[in-house]
């Protein structure tokens, strides 16, 4: 979340060189002070209502579509596999940004204040690292886990064991390695005459000891939690895109593509009717082809979330390096229209939120079924075909 750029002089108090000022200030000077403030300063203009509606609709959409994405895992227990448990996992990190992040950033960009204090000044902008690292590596995992599922189904079997392990040490490391973002936040006004009366004007921003430290950091944070796992995410979901819809899929038995007779031609061979039981083969075929279809679906689902995961994280990851690694918006000409990107792309980070359970939905049926049961390559093809027709 990144802070408003403080705002410009508009006190209208005097700073003179060094002459008194001509007449002793009012005592009610700052109460008429504070009133022109929210008049004409901070009360949403006209945009910002329809920014507000925008947040709002986020809000609704993600809290209520990752809740039920928990719980149709949680009630339905045939959903409970690999990468459900994974989607979940996102899901929870969503809910988190959503409910304790999104209402704090919205007034953040609507007032361009921190009303918060100082210590949710550390604590929120670190929640929001942590989901966006967690995020970052659940992905990955999802990636990984479908990887060596169709391309490399006989090097690692995946199990919810392992998966429900890995998800406790994303955790673990997402929580460990943002420290650091909350021992650099600090609260302070940006006009301390006016500290004890009121919150406005209060920024959170980092502080740092040296400017050598947040250019490293911001460098790294960007290559650790966006470049490098969205590049060899790329490469995964490329492979598995080849083995899907280009090569022969391993695991698949080409001998019953080629042998493979229509149920009603094989009962005419034998002399008898046409027959509305398929046999044994037939079956083994069909279930086979179905659950190929499933995978596609699948990776078309996981390669849409990715993609939509990408598109609304790069506004941000960018802007956040051009103003911390190298000292943009400092001195911008036209403020608006940087208020307007920062605001626009906060915004993006919690639309990410509520797409994902719009994605699940129409890119895995009209129910929620579990697509990670269907692609599944240790369940056998006739359970496959079962579950997923």
């Avoid at 502080?207 to 650790?224: G, N, Q, T």
């Avoid at 994280?313 to 960018?318: A, D, K």
């Amino acid at each position: 979340m990144e802070p408003s750029a403080t705002p410009g002089a508009q006190t209208g108090t005097p700073t003179g060189g060094g002459e008194p000022s001509p007449s002793p200030v009012p005592p009610d000077y700052e109460d008429e002070f504070l009133r022109y403030l929210w008049r004409d300063y901070l009360y949403p203009k006209q945009y910002e209502w329809v920014l507000i509606a925008a947040y709002v609709a986020v809000f609704l959409v993600a809290l209520v579509g990752n809740t039920l994405v928990c719980l149709a895992v949680w009630r339905n227990h045939h959903m409970r596999t690999v990468t459900n448990y994974f989607i979940v996992n996102l899901s929870l990190a969503d809910v988190l940004v959503t409910a304790i992040c999104l209402p704090a950033s919205l007034l953040v960009d609507i007032t361009e204040s921190w009303l918060f204090g100082h210590a949710l000044c550390k604590v929120i902008p670190y929640l929001q690292a942590v989901s966006v690292s967690v995020a970052v590596l659940t992905l990955s995992f999802i990636a990984l886990d479908r990887w060596y599922a169709i391309c490399h189904p006989l090097l690692f079997k995946s199990t919810a064991r392992r998966a429900r392990g890995s998800i406790l040490g994303i955790w673990a490391v997402s929580l460990a390695v943002m420290v650091p973002q909350a021992a650099v936040m600090e609260c302070r006004s940006v006009l301390p005459e006016l500290a004890n009366r009121t919150r406005l004007f209060s920024v959170c921003d980092e502080h740092w000891a040296d400017d050598l430290y947040p250019k490293i950091y911001h460098s790294c944070f960007f290559i650790v939690t966006y470049l490098a796992p969205l590049g060899l995410m790329a490469m995964a979901y490329f492979q598995i895109f080849r083995k899907l819809w280009g090569r022969q899929i391993p695991g698949t038995t080409s001998a019953l593509v080629r042998n493979w007779k229509r149920p009603s031609d094989q009962s005419e061979d034998q002399g008898q009717g046409p027959s509305t039981e398929p046999q044994p083969r037939a079956r083994a075929f069909l279930a086979e082809v179905k659950q190929v279809r499933a995978r596609r679906k699948t990776a078309k689902m996981l390669m849409v979330v990715l993609l939509v995961f990408a598109l609304c994280y790069l506004p941000i990851s960018v802007l956040n390096v051009l103003k911390r690694v190298f000292g943009m918006f400092r001195q911008a000409s036209d403020r608006e229209a940087v208020y307007a990107c920062f605001t626009f792309s906060h915004w993006l980070v919690y639309a990410n939120s509520a797409a994902n359970p719009i994605i699940y939905n129409f890119l895995s049926g009209s129910k929620w079924k579990s697509p990670a049961l269907c692609a599944s390559p240790h369940r056998g093809p006739h359970l496959a075909a079962a579950r997923c027709s």
